[in-house]
């Protein structure tokens, strides 16, 4: 297997087209190896997201926050973030 060699400094400045890649990727700092990115396909990033979705509902069902009141907080947070 082949893997791709990216500083953070080049992840930073093309972060869209080093993702687009479809081998996986080695980010160093400092010359020294961080993290490790592995693309997936579209199939296991759907699955990842329907399975994060439904462990993120179940948290917000077991703290009783409503869909509605994460809306009114995202609202207001546009409303103050876009005044600034």
């Not at 080093?18 to 592995?38: F, N, R, S, Y």
């Not at 993120?56 to 876009?82: A, N």
């Amino acid at each position: 297997m082949t893997m791709r060699l990216v500083t953070i400094e080049d992840l930073t400045k093309k972060t869209q087209e080093i993702l687009e890649d479809t081998e996986p990727i080695l980010i160093t700092v400092e010359g020294q190896p961080k993290a490790i990115v592995l693309p997936i396909s579209k199939k296991w990033r759907n699955k990842l997201l329907l399975q994060y979705g439904k462990a993120i509902r179940r948290g917000l069902q077991e703290r009783g926050i409503t869909e509605e009141e994460i809306l009114t907080e995202f609202e207001k947070f546009r409303e103050t973030s876009y005044r600034r």
